[in-house]
Nanobody, 125 residues
Framework: QLQLVESGGGLVQPGGSLRLSCAASGFTLDYFAIGWFRQAPGKEREGVSCISNSRGITNYADSVKGRFTVSRDSAKNTVYLQMNSLKSEDTAVYYC??????????????????WGQGTQVTVSS
């Protein structure tokens, strides 16, 4: 059965780094776009980044550009989100989703049809 599992979240100080993982099972990740999204308390889910199913083309929300990097390890069937220079406003539950393409910049939740359960990222001193 298709499954996405996020991991790697935690508590980090401002300026610190975390690497989130999105591990796929039940399907081959390489054939799909994988989007990263986040949702803070009381806010709507917003797109953070996307990596395409074609040559690993990526995009990022302006708010994270230059700080976050999305990548794919095909051998592990896993997509990563490296988050550097973290800010308090990055605090949210982070989700990965499966879609057909990274058609918008940043990705739109409605274009993704399967989700993991999320991993909490808290940036606080």
């Amino acid at each position: 059965q298709l499954q996405l599992v996020e991991s790697g979240g935690g508590l980090v100080q401002p300026g610190g780094s975390l690497r989130l993982s999105c591990a796929a099972s039940g399907f081959t990740l390489d054939y799909f776009a994988i989007g990263w999204f986040r949702q803070a308390p009381g806010k709507e889910r917003e797109g953070v980044s996307c990596i395409s199913n074609s040559r690993g083309i990526t995009n990022y929300a302006d708010s994270v550009k230059g700080r976050f990097t999305v990548s794919r390890d095909s051998a592990k069937n896993t997509v990563y989100l490296q988050m550097n220079s973290l800010k308090s406003e990055d605090t949210a539950v982070y989700y990965c989703g499966k879609g057909r393409s990274c058609a918008t910049i940043p990705p739109l939740p409605s274009f993704f049809d399967s989700w993991g359960q999320g991993t909490q990222v808290t940036v606080s001193s």
